[in-house]
């Protein structure tokens, strides 16, 4: 049987992370994670479970939950006609074939190498929040045949090394090929599911040392936080929406850049022993 201090100090730490990504993700529109990974990092290892395979647990258990919500996204925007279905049909298995080959690499690799990899790839994508612009463009429209063939693999991959849905990588992807901001978010939902569904359905048979998981883990998926999140999220993000409605979140983006910058900054350190 767990510890009953251990789980009530792990349930307090989940509440509060589960309530601070569902604002985010209201807020910025940017995906939980980005946001999960390093909070479940933090909160696992506060709570002393560490090991070779900590990073594994956070990305799997962050992916988990990107199944659920990413699923009700997809399904709020199709109501509004703004999903792509072309794009999603079309980028689809490309994306599943990246996420199945991130999860064979994610599986193989140790702690530290994926916090670095969480590092260096959160600061790039810190730097486009920050300093991308909505004129940048690569191509009029998506691209098909070979450069098709060689980018769908590469979102599914880097998104699953990050524990991460389709928002981070294949918003900016569409919007330097000419989607309209508004369908790319709306698509990358979908991105998501396809993305999270099979990254999860590896995870689950990934086998990890008993005395290094948290309570309620199946694989490297645990049950306790990503029942936890999900149900923080549902209740906040509306208050993120709300507040995205009332103010401008153009600057609170560039600070977010800054918070996650930070963040990675710090996961790579630790990843180097510094």
């Not at 569902?22 to 980005?34: Q, R, T």
């Not at 799997?60 to 997809?74: K, P």
């Amino acid at each position: 049987m767990p510890d009953t201090m251990l789980l009530a100090q792990m349930l307090g730490l989940l509440l509060v992370i589960g309530a601070f990504a569902g604002v985010l993700a209201g807020l910025l529109g940017v995906g939980g994670g980005i946001v999960l990974v390093p909070a479940f990092f933090y909160a696992f290892q506060t709570l002393g479970y560490g090991g070779p395979q900590l990073m594994q647990m956070c990305l799997a258990t962050s992916l988990a939950t990107i199944v659920v919500t990413s699923v009700r996204s997809v399904l709020s925007h199709n109501r509004k006609g703004a999903v792509d279905w072309e794009i999603l049909r079309s980028w689809g298995p490309g994306i599943v074939v990246g996420a199945i080959i991130g999860v064979t690499v994610a599986s193989a690799l140790r702690s530290e190498a994926l916090q670095a990899l969480f590092g260096i790839l959160g600061m790039v994508i810190g730097a486009y929040l920050g300093f991308g612009r909505a004129e940048w463009r690569l191509g009029d429209a998506m691209p098909g045949g070979l450069r098709r063939a060689i980018l769908s693999p590469m979102v599914g991959f880097l998104s699953v090394l990050m524990g991460i849905g389709g928002g981070s990588f294949g918003v900016p992807l569409m919007s330097l090929y000419n989607t309209p901001i508004h369908r790319a978010v709306a698509t990358a939902a979908g991105f998501g599911v396809i993305i999270a569904v099979p990254s999860v359905l590896g995870f689950l048979f990934l086998e990890v040392a008993p005395e290094h998981r948290p309570p309620f883990t199946i694989g490297a998926v645990n049950l306790v936080a990503f029942g936890i999140v999900i149900a923080m999220t549902m209740i906040t993000a509306p208050w993120g929406v709300r507040l995205a409605h009332a103010m401008d979140p153009k600057p609170l983006k560039r600070v977010f850049a800054v918070f996650l910058t930070l963040v990675a900054l710090n996961m790579l350190r630790k990843a180097l022993g510094w």
